[in-house]
């Protein structure tokens, strides 16, 4: 009965690799978003999207594309990994003004 | 353009004793006012919020906040803290008319002591 889920929970890999990480939301949820933790826990919104469309679209480099196949599904990719990547990545989903966090996603840079 | 502020980066309380952590926020307008707490590797999770009414909201795990308008506050309170209540704090503003997009204080690290 998981509300947002995230996959995978840990992610480690090279520098200029690509790679992806999926956000499902079971909760009828129109509006999904990206988030990212800093190494100093600091939170900051990086893409927001409202029933498959792009809504809020934060200055993230272009390496970032977030798609989103369907309004339960919100997914990250990101191109040419950089050591700067490092953090953990948050996927929320909103309703009546209230976001509800997934469990998040570590991923480390090498 | 909107701001939180959490004055206290680390807070240490003893178990049994009460914890009282503080936000501050800026915003033109009456904004949308939220608590949530992240567990040792954990997601965030929501404590509580405000968005119009009664200044006094209760949450889960025992917590409580209160806003005040005219000290642009919401302070986060629980009266008796149990060692589970060790984490980070986040405190959020958001608007109604940005898609919800939230902005999030620095967060108050808690360490509980016996």
């Known amino acids: 009965d998981t509300a947002v889920s995230q996959t995978p929970k840990y992610l480690v890999t090279q520098m200029g690799n690509d790679k992806s990480i999926k956000c499902e939301q079971n909760?009828?949820?129109?509006?999904m978003y990206w988030y990212k933790q800093d190494s100093k826990k600091f939170l900051k919104i990086m893409f927001s999207?409202?029933?498959?469309?792009?809504?809020i679209n934060e200055t993230v480099p272009n390496r970032f594309s977030p798609k989103s196949p369907d309004k339960a599904h919100l997914n990250l990719h990101i191109n040419s990994l950089e050591l700067g990547d490092s953090a953990v990545y948050f996927c929320?989903?909103?309703?009546?003004?209230?976001?509800?966090f997934g469990p998040g996603t570590r991923l480390t840079v090498l | 353009a909107q701001s939180v502020t959490q004055p206290d980066i680390h807070i240490t309380v003893s178990e049994g004793a009460s914890l009282e952590l503080r936000c501050n926020y800026s915003?033109?307008?009456?904004?949308?006012l939220f608590w949530y707490v992240q567990s040792p590797g954990q997601g965030l999770q929501l404590l509580l919020k405000?968005?119009?009414?009664?200044?006094l909201v209760q949450g889960i795990k025992g917590f409580e906040a209160e806003f005040k308008r005219s000290q642009s506050s919401f302070n986060l309170r629980k009266p008796s803290v149990h060692w589970s209540d060790a984490a980070e704090y986040f405190c959020?503003?958001?608007?109604?008319?940005?898609?919800?997009?939230?902005?999030f204080g620095a967060g108050t690290q808690v360490v509980v002591t016996p």
């Open positions: 909760l009828g949820h129109d509006t």
């Open positions: 915003y033109g307008a009456t904004p949308y």
């Open positions: 999207y409202n029933n498959k469309e792009l809504i």
């Open positions: 405000y968005f119009s009414g009664d200044t």
């Open positions: 929320a989903s909103r309703l009546q003004n209230t976001q509800y």
């Open positions: 959020a503003v958001g608007t109604a008319d940005s898609w919800g997009k939230l902005q």
